[in-house]
């Protein structure tokens, strides 16, 4: 079935380091990728998304590009801040709609140093 | 809009013991979904509906949870006989069918003793 994997954590970063969470996928169909963020004490939120192969998403300085031929969604940040600690999620829309239910990934704890 | 409310936040009660958690989507929102998150994991498919029809079901679910969305708008999930197993916390979210993007609430954290 389709499934999601990322690399594991904790991951500790000084401040203004390069950041990469790396995520891959296995699917049917052609789904739609997103990352989701989880700050402390907050539920859930969408950071950036792709629907097709080659998109990037990109939000708060975060991208992430759609890669098909090696059916990755990697997220990177080009220098971090003590505000992004937090859960990000790869996650991906299973089945033929950009719609249908939402898999997750288990998750990679992300703290930066100051 | 206040975002996606659950009801209620925080639930301790006994093995054998039933429970109910209370779902309200943002209010435009057809698609509603429900997982389930333990600590250290990230969140697991349970099921979710489209308007008031639930279009799946997670086949990891046992028969003693259900879920229901009688008007299409609020939603509820029982689960019947808990066990120990049955703790962790359970997300709501919602969604317009035509966006993969879920807006989740708070969640409804379960303990079984």
């Known amino acids: 079935g389709d499934s999601v994997t990322q690399m594991e954590g904790p991951v500790t970063l000084s401040e203004e380091a390069f950041l990469t969470i790396n995520c891959t996928y296995t699917?049917?169909?052609?789904?739609?990728l997103f990352w989701y963020v989880q700050y402390p004490g907050e539920g859930l939120q969408l950071l950036l998304k792709?629907?097709?192969?080659?998109d990037k998403g990109s939000n708060k300085g975060f991208e992430a590009t759609y890669r098909k031929e090696t059916t990755s969604f990697h997220l990177e940040k080009g220098s971090v801040q003590v505000s992004d600690s937090a859960v990000y999620f790869c996650?991906?829309?299973?089945?033929?709609?950009?719609?249908?239910?939402?898999?997750f990934g288990s998750g990679t704890r992300l703290s930066i140093r100051p | 809009d206040t975002g996606v409310s659950q009801n209620p936040r925080h639930k301790i009660t006994k093995r054998g013991q039933n429970v109910t958690f209370r779902c309200d989507p943002i209010?435009?929102?057809?698609?509603l979904y429900w997982y389930r998150q333990t600590l250290g994991q990230g969140p697991e498919f349970l099921t979710y509906?489209?308007?008031?029809?639930?279009?799946?079901k997670s086949r990891l679910l046992s028969d003693r949870f259900s879920a229901e969305r009688p008007k299409g708008s609020f939603s509820t999930l029982e689960i019947q006989r808990t066990e120990q197993g049955d703790s962790a916390m359970y997300l709501c979210?919602?969604?317009?069918?035509?966006?993969?993007?879920?807006?989740f609430g708070e969640g409804s954290r379960l303990t079984v003793l």
């Open positions: 209010s435009e929102h057809n698609r």
């Open positions: 979210a919602s969604s317009l069918s035509t966006s993969g993007e879920l807006f």
């Open positions: 792709a629907t097709k192969a080659d």
């Open positions: 509906f489209q308007n008031e029809a639930q279009l799946e």
């Open positions: 699917a049917t169909g052609y789904p739609s």
């Open positions: 996650a991906l829309s299973a089945g033929y709609s950009s719609a249908s239910k939402i898999i």
